[in-house]
């Protein structure tokens, strides 16, 4: 079966600070794969999406980039946090090719910038 | 533009009580509509999805959701819910793409009440 690994968990950061979130996916070959951010209180905002090795497509002009080195390993990165990178960001898949099928989410990490 | 709206940011409600979550988009093209759930620093969990056929569709944990194309609408509903059913509620729409892209509606919380 399909998983789907974030890591780390929480992550507490200072202000100018470099910035590496890790996700993984196990079990399938070649997913779309999508990065979003979930500030408090509020709905889920989709920063990149990837479609292949080396494919990556930015939602919103923002301070964070995101790269897919291979098939199946997305990576979400700052060179220099800022207080509004705060939130909670979600990794998400699903399959390629595939119209009706949904994305399945991995368990977050909760990002605080002191 | 296409969009998706919950209508309910935060609905209360009695344990064993039914309930319904609202949720309409708008759009002139074919949709595929999800419910997901989250749980308190969690990923969204997948509850049902409509992709065609019958328009009454069933989920996990006893919830189920009706497409009404006519008003461009897909509510989810429960009949008697449970103190375990608090949670954020998320309804989200692919339209006809290739990317799997997702928009989400801002989320729903459903508070249960002993």
């Known amino acids: 079966s399909q998983t789907i690994h974030q890591w780390p968990a929480t992550l507490v950061q200072p202000v100018g600070s470099p910035l590496s979130l890790e996700c993984t996916v196990e079990?399938?070959?070649?997913?779309?794969l999508y990065w979003y951010r979930q500030a408090a209180g509020r709905g889920l905002q989709l920063l990149f999406y990837?479609?292949?090795?080396?494919?990556i497509s930015s939602e919103v002009p923002q301070n964070l980039s995101a790269s897919r080195p291979q098939d199946r390993q997305f990576i979400l990165s700052s060179k220099k946090l800022l207080l509004s990178d705060s939130g909670f960001y979600l990794c998400?898949?699903?399959?390629?090719?595939?119209?009706?099928?949904?994305?399945?989410f991995g368990d977050g990490t909760r990002l605080s910038i002191l | 533009a296409q969009s998706v709206t919950q209508l309910d940011s935060q609905v209360p409600v009695f344990e064993e009580a039914p309930v319904e979550l609202r949720c309409n988009y708008s759009s002139s093209v074919s949709v595929y509509l999800f419910w997901y759930v989250q749980y308190p620093n969690q990923g969204l969990q997948l509850l049902l999805k409509?992709?065609?056929?019958?328009?009454l569709v069933k989920g996990i944990n006893g919830f189920e959701a009706e497409f009404n194309k006519s008003q461009t609408s897909f509510h989810l509903r429960k009949p008697s819910v449970h103190i375990s059913d608090t949670a954020e509620y998320f309804c989200a729409v692919r339209f006809s793409s290739n990317t799997g892209k997702l928009i989400f509606g801002q989320g729903t919380t459903l508070q249960v009440k002993p």
């Open positions: 079990g399938t070959s070649n997913p779309n």
């Open positions: 998400a898949w699903s399959v390629e090719g595939h119209r009706g099928q949904p994305q399945h």
């Open positions: 990837s479609v292949g090795i080396g494919q």
């Open positions: 409509y992709l065609s056929g019958s328009t």
